[in-house]
């Protein structure tokens, strides 16, 4: 026997002996094994659920962004613009002030 284990003969033995309680360490057995397969997929339902919110957050904030960058380009744009017509209109008025002068 080592450290516990029981020797050749022993399983025969208790089964014989006990014959229910084997019975009952087989369902046991049976139901620890159903356990560990439904929070098997269980987990892999958890993860699962985990990545897709991961790439929803992803995917907002990435739209967000694209959002927030063209907001961005937009007021430079208008104001690129907006400093152009103002510089060409004085430019224009001092030439012609200094042509007709």
């Known amino acids: ?3 516990g284990t029981p020797g050749p003969g ?3 033995r208790s ?3 006990y014959p ?3 019975v009952k360490m087989r369902q046991s057995l049976n139901q620890l094994e159903r356990a560990f397969v439904e929070e098997a997929a269980l ?3 958890r993860r699962e659920l985990l990545r897709r919110t991961a790439e929803r957050r992803t995917a ?3 739209s967000e962004r694209r959002v927030k ?3 961005s380009r937009f007021i430079v744009l208008s104001v690129t613009l907006l400093a152009t017509a103002v510089i060409v209109s004085v ?3 001092r030439a012609l002030y200094l042509i007709l002068e």
């Open 1 to 3: 026997m080592i450290l």
């Open 10 to 12: 022993a399983d025969r």
């Open 15 to 17: 089964v014989e002996r």
């Open 20 to 22: 229910s309680a084997a």
């Open 43 to 45: 987990d892999r339902d």
């Open 60 to 62: 907002k904030r990435r």
């Open 69 to 71: 960058q063209g907001k």
């Open 91 to 93: 430019v224009m008025f």
